[in-house]
């Protein structure tokens, strides 16, 4: 293993001194950092705010730095990181060369995009890398998985894992592409974290309760897909603990089940581990230094980050030297990761480029198309949530003479703004021996001073309106005389918050505002507030009692200039919160100044590929898995069902006896880097009665109302209508093969009523349902409610039917009405059974499986047809079979068929809700299955037409109790249809509709209601 290396690295101390990244205080290079490098052969350099005056300071100081690395020996150029990330997160701050962008969750709110992303992240490394920086500590790659109250806040793009991924990957590609070596963090995960104190109870320390699967499924995978690029070099590990019944680890940049096993072992991630500054107070208290940089090389960090304490610093490169004397480090463990190290120089640095940065003039050159790009990015961030009263822009809704206020919280300046430079250069003139002096006194000034934060903004604000503006800051003293004062001189209030669900007094004392100007109004006052979310934009994203609520994710100079931009109509504000909050603005008129069009809608409209089984399988599962979280109590037949549902070509089963007429095309809305799934549209056609089918529409919980299932949908009919000129119907849910038979409708006692009483052709929806209506109709142009028997002729081809399922629980001790035997045989009905694979011969049905086919055939939907004839395909060992009714023929010595039913309780399991073992999760043990009774009710009355369901269902509650009569816990019959409402031509009009009460007679209850909708293509003309 040493013979791969050059022989320098045979003497340990420089292979020690390339596992190491430190830092320092101080805008030049000091004897300690300079002993560090040629002495201690330091390998790493961490560049902070501390260090950084303006981008010609920085330039000259990684020379410097380079230069000292250079002529001590090194054999390769320093690793000189940076925390850039943008929004209020920038250690470099240069108005004249370097340019503010948005944060990360301020770019996802922008519609335009990852691109935009990846164009951002390429502009600031590149103008890094200017400046002799050769890695970036980022993408963040954290799910928000408790957006509302974590500190990371906007550093993180949103708290869907896939958007983060997606936006991820894209900062890497434009990292990447400028030439700057990446380092994903905060592995494995700062977004869901809780302060539950050490073990000593004496330190607060972030602790992760989530458990590995529940990680895996959600702020794991931005990491997962960030290493599958292949383009992630570095990976920071956090030091949090983690507290899980399967782990308890005190920090993870320390565990070797967290970096070894999880990042690498099950991640795959074969790059540049880098450990969480090991100077925290908790890890000091608890273990010191020395031990604590033992321990993360123990556990697969390659580089141990030690921020500015030098003494500590030196404790460090003691500890490691010391396990490698005691035998607690290898060579071998030090050899692995100075390759590592040494294979991310090789990708991002070079003498020649290490020794010679461009500095000022590249940037003067850049400088210029970045800004127009900075401008676009943040006017395309800013989000109008709400704006119920129509407030925006302001030069609409005021008049010159009145009086506008502006209300800020006291809060401390952002890294990246003209403020803290300011008070950095002051905190650099006083004159103390001890670095952490500056620090503290930095600290002290920022808060003092946290007025001022806002001037500028409301300057600006003055300007923009050419009148007089008031402005005054709150504490947490809350509403002062002061504020009482201004608020009743001025018509409208702009109150800014900056993480109000952490500084709780900015919520109390935005609640209180916003009663008085209630309060005022009613009274005949014009009082209008606004309130503006600075930083989280959480803090009144689900409070509907704040009107008008706007979002700018960071208050940099650059981010308040577009926010009033935004406020006086220069352009129409379009972004949108990211993750689960994301929408289509509900506000249209928002901004609807210059450039706005009001009262137009804006949708989006998502690419829509076909469905490829082999790439998309997968990916299919997954987003069925992601909605099991999604399922309200009714609808727990969900979970049972998988990417097979919905075809044929990949229902599981023996070779095919039975050619079906049903056509077949599905189709997705992907993530082509990622290969997730957004939406999942099934389709069908049946040529027998020109019927397109609608049979599924799934869309993930994080990107709903953002148009991915109106996407689907309209590609979906416009398919079905160009592909099949000869369609007249289209049909909204499929019995078979899928999920819905229709739009889930509620089971309470009100909507049962009316859906199971003869001639009622209304119900009560749940809200669920009856928004799922509503979408159907509003949206997507359905006709969802049923006409009357009188209803005109353009509405004869709507038609709607109600499909059951019904439960008898009681199986075990259930026993056939005692008249019903006696009343079938005074009828002359009579019953006998047959199996799927009773013939030997699988290419040529029986006569008796070809009359039940026949009779299907000509009684029921094609799509009975194809579940009876996929069940005649059966390979079970008479686990399913057919029971059939018949009676005389009228003057004839042979019999008819009045009616058929499928028994079984194991086949295609996760092939349609009818299986009656699927979903029934509050019933313990085995469910017999008696599926899609058939009856020729058009030759029959409606008491015949019961009667034989009755029988039918009877006998097959018989056969379970003789074949297995322990082994049922309840019973389920399946697809019992109460016939097509308003039509007597498709429909079985009068004949099937007390079908549901002639079995709820017997015992059974009612578990599942759809609704099937049946309209003519003429309704959706428009998308032929």
Not at 942 to 957: D, P, S
Request: a neutral charge; proline letters at 5%.
């Amino acid at each position: 293993m040493d013979e791969e290396l050059d022989p320098l690295w045979q003497d340990l101390d420089w292979a020690i001194g390339q596992m190491l990244i430190m830092g320092w205080d101080g805008t030049e290079v000091t004897p300690q950092i300079r002993e560090l490098i040629a002495d201690h052969h330091l390998g790493a350099i961490l560049l902070t705010a501390k260090n950084l005056k303006s981008a010609d300071q920085t330039t000259n100081l990684v020379r410097s730095l380079q230069t000292i690395a250079h002529q001590s020996g090194h054999p390769f150029p320093l690793l000189i990181a940076l925390d850039q990330e943008n929004g209020g997160v920038n250690s470099l701050f240069d108005p004249l060369h370097i340019t503010q962008f948005p944060s990360s969750m301020g770019l996802a709110a922008s519609l335009s995009g990852p691109s935009l992303s990846y164009e951002v992240a390429k502009a600031t490394a590149t103008e890094i890398a200017a400046c002799g920086v050769n890695l970036i500590l980022g993408p963040v790659l954290d799910v928000l998985t408790n957006a509302r109250y974590q500190p990371l806040g906007v550093r993180a793009t949103s708290d869907d894992p896939q958007e983060v991924s997606q936006y991820g990957i894209a900062a890497v590609r434009g990292y990447k592409d400028a030439g700057v070596a990446t380092c994903g963090k905060h592995f494995p995960s700062y977004g869901n974290l809780d302060f539950l104190g050490s073990a000593a109870g004496s330190l607060e320390i972030p602790i992760i309760t989530q458990t590995l699967e529940e990680l895996a499924l959600s702020a794991l995978v931005p990491f997962r897909n960030a290493i599958k690029t292949g383009m992630l070099d570095g990976m920071f590990v956090g030091g949090c603990g983690i507290a899980n019944p399967s782990m308890k680890v005190a920090h993870a940049c320390l565990s070797e089940r967290v970096v070894d096993e999880l990042l690498r072992e099950e991640l795959g991630f074969e790059g540049v581990a880098i450990s969480e500054c090991l100077e925290m107070e908790a890890l000091q208290t608890e273990m010191g230094v020395r031990t604590g940089t033992i321990m993360a090389v123990q556990a697969g960090c390659d580089l141990v980050l030690l921020c500015r304490a030098y003494d500590v610093q030196k404790e460090a490169i003691s500890g490691l030297k010391l396990g490698l004397e005691n035998e607690v480090l290898t060579k071998e463990r030090i050899y692995t990761s100075l390759r590592r190290v040494l294979k991310m120089k090789r990708g991002c640095t070079s003498w020649e480029k290490a020794l010679n940065p461009p500095g000022i003039s590249l940037l003067k050159q850049i400088h210029p198309g970045h800004l127009q790009l900075s401008m676009k990015a943040y006017d395309d961030s800013i989000t109008v949530m709400r704006d119920n009263d129509k407030l925006l822009p302001l030069n609409e809704s005021m008049h010159q003479e009145e009086e506008l206020l502006l209300l800020t919280p006291l809060v401390k300046p952002l890294p990246a703004s003209a403020m803290t430079k300011t008070i950095l250069e002051t905190a650099s003139k006083i004159k103390s021996e001890d670095p952490i002096d500056k620090w503290i006194h930095r600290e002290r000034s920022a808060i003092m001073s946290g007025e001022g934060v806002f001037r500028e903004l409301g300057r600006s604000l003055a300007r923009a309106r050419h009148g007089k503006l008031l402005h005054t800051s709150y504490t947490a003293n809350g509403v002062r005389p002061v504020h009482e004062s201004l608020i009743q001189r001025a018509t409208t209030i702009i109150l800014l918050t900056a993480d109000a669900n952490r500084n709780l007094y900015q919520a109390g004392f935005t609640k209180h505002v916003a009663m008085m100007c209630s309060l005022l109004k009613a009274s005949g006052h014009k009082k209008n507030l606004i309130v503006v979310a600075v930083s989280s934009p959480y803090d009144f994203a689900m409070d509907k009692s704040i009107g008008t609520y706007i979002c700018t994710f960071d208050f940099t100079e650059t981010a308040m200039s577009a926010l009033v931009r935004a406020l006086f109509g220069s352009f129409t504000p379009h972004g949108s919160l990211p993750g689960t909050l994301r929408k289509v603005p509900r506000n249209k008129e928002a901004g609807g100044g210059k450039g706005g069009a009001k009262g137009k809608v804006r949708t989006q409209h998502w690419l829509v590929e076909g469905y490829d089984s082999q790439r998309d399988q997968r990916g299919l599962g997954e987003l069925m898995f992601g909605m099991i979280k999604g399922t309200s109590p009714g609808q727990q037949y969900v979970y049972a069902f998988g990417p097979r549902s919905f075809t044929f070509g990949d229902t599981p089963g023996a070779e095919r006896r039975f050619e079906h007429e049903m056509e077949e095309q599905h189709f997705v809305v992907r993530n082509s880097s990622t290969g997730a799934l957004y939406g999942f549209c099934s389709t069908y056609y049946l040529p027998s009665t020109l019927t397109g089918i609608i049979g599924s529409i799934f869309v993930d919980p994080s990107k709903r109302n953002v148009s991915v299932g109106y996407s689907l949908h309209r590609r979906a009919v416009r398919n079905l209508l160009q592909k099949h000129p000869e369609i007249k119907y289209l049909q909204l849910g499929c019995a078979y093969p899928g999920i819905f038979p229709g739009i889930p409708l509620d089971t309470n006692t009100d909507s049962l009523s009316s859906a199971i009483t003869p001639g009622s052709t209304t119900s009560t929806p749940s809200a669920a349902s009856s928004g799922l209506k509503s979408w159907f109709s509003t949206t997507c142009g359905w006709d969802i409610s049923p006409p009357s028997s009188s209803s005109s002729s353009p509405r004869n081809n709507t038609r709607t039917r109600k499909i059951f399922n019904l439960l008898l629980p009681s199986f075990p001790t259930w026993s056939s009405p005692p008249d019903l035997p006696t009343t079938l045989q005074r009828a002359g009905v009579s019953f006998d059974l047959i199996y799927a694979c009773s013939n030997n011969n699988p290419s040529s049905p029986t006569p008796e499986q070809e009359s039940v086919l026949s009779f299907v055939s000509q009684h029921a939907s094609p799509e009975t047809l194809a579940l009876y004839q996929s069940a005649f395909t059966s390979d079970s060992d008479r686990e399913t079979c057919f029971i059939r009714a018949k009676t005389q023929i009228p003057g004839q010595d042979g019999q008819q068929l009045v009616g058929t039913i499928i028994i079984s309780a194991t086949l295609w399991r996760g092939g349609c809700p009818s299986l009656p073992s699927e979903g029934l999760s509050r019933v313990q043990g085995g469910t017999a299955g008696i599926i899609a009774p058939v009856g020729a009710s058009s030759s029959m009355t409606k008491r015949e037409a019961n009667l034989v369901l009755q029988g039918l269902v009877m006998m097959g509650l018989r056969k379970y109790k003789r074949d297995a009569a322990g082994s049922w816990a309840c019973c389920m019959v399946s697809w019992v249809s109460n016939g097509y409402e308003g039509d007597g031509e498709h429909g079985q009009g009068q004949g099937q509709q007390s079908s549901v009460e002639a079995l709820l007679g017997m015992g059974f209850e009612v578990h599942n209601v759809w609704e099937e909708v049946v309209n003519g293509v003429e309704q959706f003309a428009s998308l032929a």
